[in-house]
C-alpha cells in the first residue's frame, strides 16, 4: 500500500475511518499501539529517552509513548501529511498529550536532518518493509546523522535485509529478533492483536560500529 496516497477526508478524522488503513484496524489499534511500548520498554527504552518514531501514522503507538516518555521527548513523522494532521489533532484535544508537547512532522524521503535533533532510540514499525532499496539507503544515510553513539534503532518485518545497506555507514546490525520468545519467554502475539499467519519478525536492531 502506498501510505503517501492515502487522503483523509473530515468525516474520516471524525469517526476514525483513518484506523482501517493500518494493520488491525479498528479492533486491534489499541492493543497494536500499546504493544510497540511494550516491545521498547522491553528492550530498555526509559522516560529520559529521546524517541523518533519514523512512520507514525495517525499516532496509535504515539499514544502511549507521548504518555511514557519524558515532556519533550518524542517526536513523530510521517510521509503522510493527513496522518500528521490526525496525530496533531489527537495531541491538541488530549490535555496530558498536550502538555508533553510532541514533535509531529511531515517528513518526505527520511529528511530527519532537519528535525535538528538527536534521538537516542528510533522505532520504524512496518515501514522499511514498504520501501525499495534505495529508500531503505537513504534511510540509513539520513537517520545516521541525527542519532547519538549510544542509540539503538529498531525495524520490524525486516525480512527485507541486506548487510549491504550499512556498508558506507558507521552503522552495524547488532541482532535479529526472530521471535516472540527472544522478547519475552511467554509473549503471546496474539493477545496483542495479531492472528499466528502475521509477523512482525525479525525485528531488527541497528547501532553504531564499535
Request: overall charge neutral; hydrophobic content about 35%.
Amino acid at each position: 500500500m502506498d501510505y503517501s496516497a492515502i487522503k483523509l477526508s473530515d468525516a474520516d478524522i471524525q469517526n476514525s475511518g483513518y484506523k482501517q488503513y493500518l494493520g488491525g484496524g479498528k479492533e486491534h489499534w489499541e492493543t497494536r499501539g500499546a504493544f510497540q511500548l511494550y516491545f521498547l520498554q522491553r528492550v530498555g527504552l526509559k522516560p529520559h529517552d529521546r524517541l523518533l518514531d519514523a512512520g507514525c501514522g495517525p499516532l496509535r503507538s504515539g499514544v502511549h509513548f507521548i504518555h511514557y516518555l519524558d515532556a519533550g521527548h518524542y517526536c513523530g513523522i510521517d510521509i503522510n501529511p493527513d496522518f500528521i494532521r490526525v496525530a496533531r489533532e489527537t495531541a491538541a484535544q488530549d490535555p496530558v498529550l498536550h502538555k508533553k508537547s510532541p514533535k509531529l512532522e511531515h517528513v518526505e524521503n527520511f529528511n530527519f536532518p532537519r528535525l535538528d535533533s538527536a534521538f537516542t532510540c528510533v522505532l520504524a514499525f512496518s515501514v522499511l518493509n514498504h520501501c525499495d532499496v534505495p529508500m531503505r539507503r537513504t534511510f540509513f544515510e539520513k537517520i545516521s546523522q541525527v542519532i547519538a553513539p549510544e542509540s539503538k534503532i529498531y525495524l520490524t518485518h525486516g525480512h527485507w535485509w541486506q548487510d549491504s545497506l550499512l556498508s558506507h555507514l558507521p552503522l552495524t546490525l547488532k541482532r535479529s529478533i526472530a521471535s516472540p520468545r527472544e522478547i519475552a519467554p511467554d509473549l503471546d502475539m496474539q493477545k496483542w492483536g495479531w492472528p499466528p499467519k502475521e509477523s512482525i519478525f525479525p525485528i531488527l536492531e541497528v547501532a553504531h560500529r564499535p
